[in-house]
Nanobody, 120 residues
Framework: VQLQASGGGLVQAGGSLRLSCAASGNILSSNTMTWYRQAPGKQRELVAGITSGGTTNYVDSVKGRFTVSRDNAKKTVYLQMNSLKPEDTAVYYC???????????????WGQGTLVTVSS
């Protein structure tokens, strides 16, 4: 089982990026999928999450600018980031609770991270 994040890059302040995180492997179902970020010298923080039913939550600093969504058929979670600010610069990680066996519950997995750099 693997989570592959993509879509990071360099963008000017005010610009947009769309991150994707695809789960691959023998996955029976997925539960909550979440984006975290870690800026240099700071702790990792939750950015946005979405449950299997589509309920979302966001850290206050991105509300109104970021949108998290998912495609259950593709086992993919997205993060649309608009009106980006220099303080959004960080490595963004995806996290997901995935079930890989009918004999086990959901287990937690992390993606490898994708770098977002916002220039002023």
């Amino acid at each position: 089982v693997q989570l592959q994040a993509s879509g990071g890059g360099l963008v000017q302040a005010g610009g947009s990026l769309r991150l994707s995180c695809a789960a691959s492997g023998n996955i029976l179902s997925s539960n909550t999928m979440t984006w975290y970020r870690q800026a240099p010298g700071k702790q990792r923080e939750l950015v946005a999450g979405i449950t299997s039913g589509g309920t979302t939550n966001y850290v206050d600093s991105v509300k109104g600018r970021f949108t998290v969504s998912r495609d259950n058929a593709k086992k993919t979670v997205y993060l649309q980031m608009n009106s980006l600010k220099p303080e959004d610069t960080a490595v963004y990680y995806c996290n997901a609770f995935l079930r890989t066996s009918i004999n086990s519950g959901f287990q937690n997995y992390w993606g490898q991270g994708t770098l977002v750099t916002v220039s002023s």
